[in-house]
């Protein structure tokens, strides 16, 4: 998302800037040449066809729904375009520590798989929560996912987060034989 | 007993900046700022969306029938523009220039990189010292790379002249004992570049990897 | 008839050439304990190591006084501005001493701060 901002923001910006040139241009070529047509912009029929427009009639409607909807898309991206950092607590106030959702993920990912009843599992984190979806061999234990769950905090705790995730293990299990 | 001349002329140092101020700094060197960016794009969506919501509804007749029916180019605007056409043409001209410089002002700052300010020194009368951003970012990464459980790790000045911080990847082993390793940063990078620096204190924002564990050479 | 001759003091003039200054400045920055010489490179290419680099500016007046870039690496860690400290009397004695030049403004950059332990190069013997 913040990479589709870093596209979006300077290209609104030179389309901004460009409306402004092209009212600036078109309005002192009517200014001093005067009855011409339009520089760059055929305004004259433009205008011609908004004066005979009105606001009830197709494709008016159209065009104000494309338009609210670009506006809400851009609300989206802008809203959306949040750094996702975990947080972690740091030595001193000079400090600030920081990793990434995908680092999280990978740490508790390599815990889990570490454990010879996983057959495989696939973790999804975040600052506030942590997922894990295990697949596991039939022969597993019943506690398995005691197990994990208390690993995973273990894990956690180690760290020096600001805030701990909640934690959510499932469990499936393998049919076959290892 | 004999006298340091070398430091008398040297100004007392700056008063260290208040905590506050310094997590401040070291939160905003974590990444570099979109906010503005951000903000702006949920302004022109509002005023899209707004366009947008109320030209429908004028369409479907909530604000009467009677206003739906009037054209685009209403014959209002026309008649209040050609009253005094050169008032209209002036602020349309002003209008212009205004959106025009607001559109590159903010394309210049969207696309222009994130500086890495040098580090100035007071180093008496007619003396300046200037130490490079690159020197003392290569000078903490390096130092960095030797702590223990960190294989690898990056460095750059962010910030501004004024106010500089410094921004530090570490890429962790597998085993590492993070508390630890961030209180060695702290005590043992950290101190070693305020010094040499002469800086009461410098905001730090560390960002931290895991390094992918290469695979064993196979011994044929 | 002969006219007078001036006094010894005052017959010619001695112009130095900023090349020589900006050598006697270099020696002197060189020769100050948290120096460093460092290994230059041209288009990627080992060409040698040099030590500091100056830029020297003569100004006007009698006698002339100089003013002084200097681009240096240091050894790290130290402290920089003791190190600077050291090299401005360093190079003011210098010039003062070997060019009778007065140095009046001193601009230095650290371009580099290196650790004495860590081998500028590895070499495979």
Redesign the interface.
Not at chain 1, 66 to 72: E, N, P, R
Not at chain 1, 149 to 162: I, N, S
Not at chain 2, 21 to 29: D, E, G, K, Q, T
Not at chain 3, 6 to 14: M, T
């Given at each position: 998302m913040r990479a589709l901002l870093r596209v979006l923001a300077p290209l609104l910006g030179l389309a901004l800037a460009a409306a402004g040139v092209l009212v600036v241009i078109e309005v002192v070529a009517a200014w001093v040449l005067p009855d011409t047509e339009g520089l760059l912009v055929p305004w004259r029929p433009w205008s011609v066809t908004l004066a005979n427009l009105s606001w009830n009639e197709n494709p008016v409607p159209g065009i104000a729904i494309g338009v609210g909807v670009a506006g809400l898309l851009l609300i989206i991206v802008g809203l959306a375009a949040r750094r996702g950092d975990v947080r972690l607590e740091a030595p001193t106030t000079a400090m600030t520590v920081t990793t990434s959702p995908r680092v999280l993920a990978r740490l508790v990912g390599t815990r889990v798989r570490a454990s010879d009843d996983v057959l495989s599992a696939s973790v999804s984190a975040s600052a506030r929560r942590v997922a894990v979806a295990v697949l596991a061999w039939h022969d597993a234990p019943p506690d398995l996912r005691e197990v994990i769950v208390g690993g995973v905090k273990e894990l956690l705790d180690a760290l020096p987060l600001r805030r701990r995730p909640r934690v959510a293990v499932s469990v499936r299990k393998q049919e076959g034989v290892r | 007993m004999s006298v340091d001349l070398?430091k008398s002329h040297?100004t007392l140092p700056a008063p260290r900046p208040t905590?506050a101020r310094?997590?401040r700094r070291?939160?905003s060197?974590?990444?570099r700022s979109?906010t503005g960016?951000?903000?702006?794009?949920?302004l022109?969506?509002?005023?899209?969306?707004?366009?947008?919501?109320?030209?429908?509804l004028?369409?479907y007749?909530v604000f009467g029938?009677s206003?739906?029916?009037?054209?685009?180019?209403d014959?209002i605007i026309?008649v209040t523009v050609a009253t005094d056409p050169v008032l209209w043409?002036v602020i349309?001209?002003a209008?212009?220039?205004?959106?025009?410089?607001?559109?590159?002002?903010?394309?210049a700052r969207?696309?222009r990189p994130e500086p890495r300010p040098d580090i100035v020194?007071?180093?008496?009368p007619?003396?300046?010292?200037?130490?490079?951003s690159?020197?003392?970012a290569?000078?903490v990464a390096?130092?960095a790379a030797t702590l223990p459980n960190v294989a690898r790790a990056r460095a750059r000045m962010v910030g501004s002249t004024a106010a500089p911080a410094l921004r530090v990847t570490l890429w962790l082993t597998?085993d590492a004992?993070?508390?630890a390793v961030?209180?060695r940063?702290?005590e043992e990078v950290?101190a070693?570049?305020c010094?040499?620096?002469?800086l009461s204190?410098?905001?730090?924002?560390?960002?931290?990897?895991?390094e992918r564990p290469h695979p064993a050479p196979r011994v044929a | 008839m002969r006219t007078p001759q001036a006094e010894p003091a005052d017959r010619g003039s001695l112009d130095i050439h900023p090349a020589v200054l900006r050598k006697i400045v270099e020696h002197a920055a060189d020769s100050v304990p948290g120096t460093l010489r460092h290994e230059r490179r041209l288009a990627g290419i080992d060409v040698g190591e040099a030590g500091a680099s100056a830029r020297v500016t003569v100004g006007p007046g009698e006698p002339a006084p100089v003013d002084v870039r200097l681009e240096l690496t240091l050894r790290y860690p130290v402290t920089i501005g003791n190190v600077i400290e050291a090299v401005r009397a360093a190079v003011a004695d210098d010039l003062a001493r070997l060019a009778g030049h007065r140095m009046r403004a001193l601009a230095v950059t650290v371009s580099g701060l290196r650790s004495a332990t860590v081998p500028t190069r590895a070499r495979v013997q």
């Amino acid at each position: 998302m913040r990479a589709l901002l870093r596209v979006l923001a300077p290209l609104l910006g030179l389309a901004l800037a460009a409306a402004g040139v092209l009212v600036v241009i078109e309005v002192v070529a009517a200014w001093v040449l005067p009855d011409t047509e339009g520089l760059l912009v055929p305004w004259r029929p433009w205008s011609v066809t908004l004066a005979n427009l009105s606001w009830n009639e197709n494709p008016v409607p159209g065009i104000a729904i494309g338009v609210g909807v670009a506006g809400l898309l851009l609300i989206i991206v802008g809203l959306a375009a949040r750094r996702g950092d975990v947080r972690l607590e740091a030595p001193t106030t000079a400090m600030t520590v920081t990793t990434s959702p995908r680092v999280l993920a990978r740490l508790v990912g390599t815990r889990v798989r570490a454990s010879d009843d996983v057959l495989s599992a696939s973790v999804s984190a975040s600052a506030r929560r942590v997922a894990v979806a295990v697949l596991a061999w039939h022969d597993a234990p019943p506690d398995l996912r005691e197990v994990i769950v208390g690993g995973v905090k273990e894990l956690l705790d180690a760290l020096p987060l600001r805030r701990r995730p909640r934690v959510a293990v499932s469990v499936r299990k393998q049919e076959g034989v290892r | 007993m004999s006298v340091d001349l070398t430091k008398s002329h040297q100004t007392l140092p700056a008063p260290r900046p208040t905590d506050a101020r310094l997590r401040r700094r070291s939160r905003s060197a974590v990444a570099r700022s979109a906010t503005g960016d951000r903000w702006l794009l949920v302004l022109i969506g509002l005023v899209l969306l707004a366009v947008g919501v109320g030209v429908t509804l004028l369409y479907y007749g909530v604000f009467g029938s009677s206003r739906a029916a009037r054209p685009l180019l209403d014959p209002i605007i026309v008649v209040t523009v050609a009253t005094d056409p050169v008032l209209w043409r002036v602020i349309a001209i002003a209008g212009g220039i205004v959106l025009a410089l607001l559109g590159l002002i903010w394309v210049a700052r969207s696309v222009r990189p994130e500086p890495r300010p040098d580090i100035v020194l007071d180093g008496g009368p007619n003396t300046t010292i200037r130490v490079s951003s690159g020197a003392a970012a290569e000078a903490v990464a390096t130092q960095a790379a030797t702590l223990p459980n960190v294989a690898r790790a990056r460095a750059r000045m962010v910030g501004s002249t004024a106010a500089p911080a410094l921004r530090v990847t570490l890429w962790l082993t597998d085993d590492a004992d993070v508390r630890a390793v961030l209180h060695r940063l702290d005590e043992e990078v950290l101190a070693t570049v305020c010094s040499a620096l002469d800086l009461s204190a410098l905001p730090m924002a560390v960002r931290l990897e895991v390094e992918r564990p290469h695979p064993a050479p196979r011994v044929a | 008839m002969r006219t007078p001759q001036a006094e010894p003091a005052d017959r010619g003039s001695l112009d130095i050439h900023p090349a020589v200054l900006r050598k006697i400045v270099e020696h002197a920055a060189d020769s100050v304990p948290g120096t460093l010489r460092h290994e230059r490179r041209l288009a990627g290419i080992d060409v040698g190591e040099a030590g500091a680099s100056a830029r020297v500016t003569v100004g006007p007046g009698e006698p002339a006084p100089v003013d002084v870039r200097l681009e240096l690496t240091l050894r790290y860690p130290v402290t920089i501005g003791n190190v600077i400290e050291a090299v401005r009397a360093a190079v003011a004695d210098d010039l003062a001493r070997l060019a009778g030049h007065r140095m009046r403004a001193l601009a230095v950059t650290v371009s580099g701060l290196r650790s004495a332990t860590v081998p500028t190069r590895a070499r495979v013997q």
